[in-house]
């Protein structure tokens, strides 16, 4: 498919996962694809690999999306590899510890916000430029069903990715007399490292196949299913989608475990 042909995507956080999903979904779809990444260089050169060995276009990129030097300098090298930007998704991120709100440090709140929200709202004000010079331009923001839910325990999780989730819904009202369109998509449990290990936490060493029947449709969310979601909103299919909050959990559990 050449749908995004011509256009440059940044994916956070897509070394692994979720992101990982959803930079080869772009891919494959025609963009030439930023595969960003904190750590795991190896990964994110394996994802790299992968795009190019199906015929596409990628380069990874280091840098912690709470580091906003580190975001600045990515994206000037992204513009000078590939071209500006102009297709953002902000999937990185990083979990709660678990602690009740009474017991959680102010410092920890602080870190929830800077990764989930104020790193992301610097990254797309650097990239709000070339978006508007291009015509149309896309911001989408992974977040997840559980801001809705509330759960406890996830306090500074919850709280960052809500601020996020407003500040994405007034983007979609303020750009859009640049043909820049803002949506979110909120996955519920992920067929990732990161689900697994919530999964073991929440049952006491369970597995994914083990309550995989108790989820819609027999099976847990993977990240093909948010890619999907991801590839539809900046298709020319959603033209005129903006300001949404798709919510990809299979209509939502029918029995509660994790």
Do not use: W
């Amino acid at each position: 498919m050449s749908a995004l042909k011509g256009r440059v995507a940044l994916v956070t956080g897509s070394s692994r996962g979720v992101g990982r999903g959803i930079a080869l979904r772009l891919a494959a779809d025609g963009a030439a694809v930023a595969v960003n990444y904190r750590r795991d260089a190896e990964a994110a050169d394996a994802v790299v690999a992968e795009i190019v060995s199906a015929g596409g276009e990628a380069k990874a990129y280091s840098a912690s999306i709470d580091d906003t030097a580190a975001v600045d300098a990515m994206v000037d090298a992204v513009r000078t590899d590939l071209g500006p930007i102009d297709l953002v998704v902000s999937n990185a991120g990083t979990a709660s510890k678990g602690q009740p709100v009474g017991d959680t440090p102010g410092a920890d709140f602080q870190s929830l916000l800077n990764v989930h929200a104020l790193g992301p709202i610097h990254l797309i004000q650097r990239v709000l430029p070339d978006m508007r010079a291009a015509g149309r331009g896309d911001v989408i923001m992974i977040s997840s069903s559980t801001v809705a839910e509330a759960p406890a325990l996830s306090a500074p999780y919850t709280m960052a990715k809500a601020a996020m989730e407003m500040c994405i819904r007034t983007l979609a009202q303020e750009e859009r007399v640049h043909g820049i369109h803002a949506n979110i998509v909120a996955p519920g449990l992920v067929e990732t490292e990161m689900g697994r290990r919530l999964v073991r936490a929440a049952t006491g060493g369970g597995t994914m196949e083990d309550i995989a029947e108790s989820y819609p449709f027999g099976r847990i969310c993977t990240p093909a299913d948010i890619a999907g979601a991801v590839a539809y909103l900046v298709s020319a299919d959603a033209d005129y989608v903006t300001g949404q909050r798709i919510t990809v959990d299979g209509g939502g559990r029918s029995v509660s475990v994790v």
